[in-house]
T-cell receptor
């Protein structure tokens, strides 16, 4: 249980295009989803926090108009990289935080479950 | 602000060797500390955690003790297996919300 998927796992796009990345909690409901960005040999950097049905909260330095986040349901959040440029190339990782009582084990409530990541390459 | 520094890798070991990955942190308040593991092709998984000073987290033979006096949370395993080959991330946060991660340490265990 507590599986998070991301789609696509990798994507290559041309500069100036927009790319959408999906994050789904497959067997539990997530009140909160997080989006991270990871550069090679560097730590995961939190980009934004999204709560179902409300606007995402972006970390300092993250352009909200550049990285559009939508959390339309308790099992799906999307990150859209708009007008992508080569400097947006990175590994994007999402995580989902379980809603009370839905993760199968009380001990795992509020734990973050991570997706496998999406490799974005902008040419 | 909060930050985590963990030893750089990669680390290559033989089976049954002792593994230590150092992790130190700076934080305001009283954060919880975590170790996550990422196996090839998979998402990060919580390996163990400690929520207050002197707590010891343990799982799958791995241990880490929350040392406030040295601001450390070093990960140890007494006898590693090939299946322990992965990337290990040290992290801290208020519970598991808004985590701050270290850079990750790649561990390769050879038979």
């Amino acid at each position: 249980g507590a599986v998070v998927s991301q789609h696509p796992s990798w994507v290559i796009c041309k500069s100036g295009t927009s790319v959408k990345i999906e994050c789904r909690s497959l067997d539990f409901q997530a009140t909160t989803m997080f989006w991270y960005r990871q550069f090679p040999k560097q730590s995961l950097m939190l980009m934004a926090t999204s709560n179902e049905g409300s606007k995402a909260t972006y970390e300092q330095g993250v352009e909200k108009d550049k990285f559009l986040i939508n959390h339309a349901s308790l099992t799906l959040s999307t990150l859209t990289v708009t007008s992508a440029h080569p400097e947006d190339s990175s590994f994007y990782i999402c995580s989902a935080r379980a809603l009370w009582g839905t993760s199968g084990s009380v001990g795992r409530v509020n734990e973050q479950f991570f997706g496998p990541g999406t490799r974005l390459t902008v040419l | 602000g909060n930050s985590v520094t963990q030893m750089e890798g990669p680390v290559t070991l033989s089976e049954e060797a002792f593994l230590t990955i150092n992790c130190t942190y700076t934080a305001t308040g009283y954060p919880s500390l975590f170790w996550y593991v990422q196996y090839p092709g998979e998402g990060l998984q919580l390996l163990l955690k400690a929520t207050k000073a002197d707590d010891k987290g343990s799982n799958k033979g791995f241990e880490a003790t929350y040392r406030k006096e040295t601001t450390s949370f070093h990960l140890e395993k007494g006898s590693v297996q090939v299946s322990d080959s992965a990337v290990y991330f040290c992290a801290l946060g208020p519970y598991d919300y808004k985590l701050s991660f270290g850079a990750g340490t790649t561990v390769t265990v050879r038979a």
